[in-house]
């Protein structure tokens, strides 16, 4: 389970802060990362981050998002700043995970957080 937080209404130029939190049994998470989805357009990946520390941007997001992750607590976040009219969407948070050392590798989704940025 994805457990996201920290959408909200925020001003252009202003700044947020979602977190999201992986839970139950898990043996590794290989890349964990934010998609979003804006009304009449499709998910598109916004950030993401691998367990080693490799990140990849969206260009529309390089130099004002940054992502981090805490592999002890299972958690990812996503620092927005300079937050444009044009990064409305809803938030998911997306982890690639293994249960268990038997299984898998399965994508896991958050149930997404609203971003709105307007004035």
């Known amino acids: 389970q994805l457990q996201a937080s920290g959408g909200g209404l925020v001003q252009p130029g202003g700044s947020l802060r979602l977190s999201c939190a992986a839970s139950?049994?898990?043996?590794?998470?290989?890349?964990m990362g934010w998609y979003r989805q804006a009304p009449g357009k499709q998910r598109e990946l916004v950030a993401a981050?691998?367990?080693?520390?490799?990140?990849n941007y969206a260009d529309s997001v390089k130099g004002r998002f940054t992502i981090s992750r805490d592999n002890a607590k299972n958690t990812v976040h996503l620092q927005m700043n300079s937050l444009k009219p044009e990064d409305t969407a809803v938030y998911y948070c997306?982890?690639?995970?293994?249960?268990?050392?038997?299984?898998?590798?399965?994508?896991?989704w958050g149930q997404g957080t609203l971003v709105t940025v307007s004035s």
């Open positions: 997306n982890a690639v995970l293994r249960r268990a050392w038997y299984d898998g590798e399965h994508d896991y």
């Open positions: 139950g049994s898990i043996f590794s998470i290989n890349v």
């Open positions: 981050i691998t367990s080693g520390g490799n990140r």
